[in-house]
C-alpha cells in the first residue's frame, strides 16, 4: 500500500537540506545556479554538473551537501505547493544591489513564509560600481526581516554571482540554518519523494527527475508517481552517471515510467506491481471525470 509509516526516531539519519532559489526577474537567479553548478566539483570526481536534470546536489569542501532545485522563480515552487509537494527546506532569495526590493521579492518572501521555509537573502551584483547592499538591508528592515549585520536572525550574505565572490559563504550559512531544522529522514524503506520534471526522450522514453525525500530508491523498484508506473530500469545523476541507488535529498533521473508525470507529483515505491498499476489507472480515471465535469460547468 502507499501508507507511510512513521518512522522510529532512532532509524531517522540526518540529510542534505533541500534548497529553492526565488527572487525578482533579472536579478540573479539563474546566475547563481549557474555559478554554483559550474564551480561545484565533488571532492575526487573530475567534472563538474553537466546534465539540467532540474535538480542538483553540490558538496561543499567540508563534505556538507545541499540539494538545489534548478528551476528558478516562485512559479516553480508554488506550483509544486499547489500539488500539495513540500519540498524546500530552505529558500534563497536572491536581490539585486543595484536595484530596490521588487514586487517579485517581496513575493518570493511572502511564498516562503507562508510554507514557514527559512531564508537565506543573497544581496546579490556587489561587483557592479553603483551596488548598494546596505540599502537592500535597510529596505528589508523596513519590512521588519532583520538580517545579522542589524542585528536580526535572518541570514544573508553578499555575492556575486558573476565572480563567485562571497558564493561559498553564502553557502555555508545555508548549512547554518539548515542545522538549525535538524532535517532528518530513515534511508532504510522503500523511497518515497517528488517529481521535480519529465519528459519523453526520443532515445530513452520517458526521463523523470525525481526528488528522494525518505528511503532509498534502487534500480529495479516498481514506482508509482501520479498517473505513471513503471519499474526503475536505469537511475542517473546530475553528472550523468549511471547509480544504482539514491537515498534521501538526492535528485536522480529515473528511466523506465510508462509516462511523464507532473512537477510535484508525489512518488511511491509498491511492493506490488499490480497494485501500482490499479492506483495509477484508478488516478488517470478521476482526472478524466474531473475534467469532463469542468467543461460541462
Ligand atoms: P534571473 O532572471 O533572476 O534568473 O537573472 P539572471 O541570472 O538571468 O541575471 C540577469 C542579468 O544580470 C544577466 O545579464 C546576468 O549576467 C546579470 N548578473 C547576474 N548576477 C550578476 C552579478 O553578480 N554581477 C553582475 N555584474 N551581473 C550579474
Known sequence: ?????????????????????????????????????????????????????????????????IAFLDTPG???????????????????????????IMPQTKEAISHAQAASVPIVFAINKIDRPNANPEKIKEGLAAMNLLVEDWGGKIQSHDISAKTGEGVKELLEKVILEAELLELKANPDKLATGTVVEAFLDKGRGYVSTVLVLAGTLKIGDYVLAGTCSGKVKAMQDERGKSVDEAGPSTPISILGLDGAPQAGDKFNVLDDEREAKQIAAKRSQLLREQSVRTQRH
Do not use: W
Open 1 to 65: 500500500s502507499i501508507e507511510e509509516e512513521v518512522d522510529a526516531p532512532e532509524d531517522l539519519k540526518p540529510r542534505a537540506p533541500i534548497v529553492t532559489v526565488m527572487g525578482h526577474v533579472d536579478h540573479g537567479k539563474t546566475s547563481l545556479l549557474d555559478y554554483v553548478r559550474q564551480e561545484n566539483v565533488i571532492a575526487g570526481e573530475s567534472g563538474g554538473i553537466t546534465q539540467h536534470i532540474g535538480a542538483y546536489g553540490v558538496q561543499l569542501e567540508n563534505g556538507q551537501k
Open 74 to 100: 516562485h512559479e516553480a515552487f508554488t506550483a509544486m505547493r499547489a500539488r500539495g509537494a513540500q519540498v524546500t527546506d530552505i529558500a534563497i532569495i536572491v536581490i539585486a544591489a543595484d536595484d530596490d
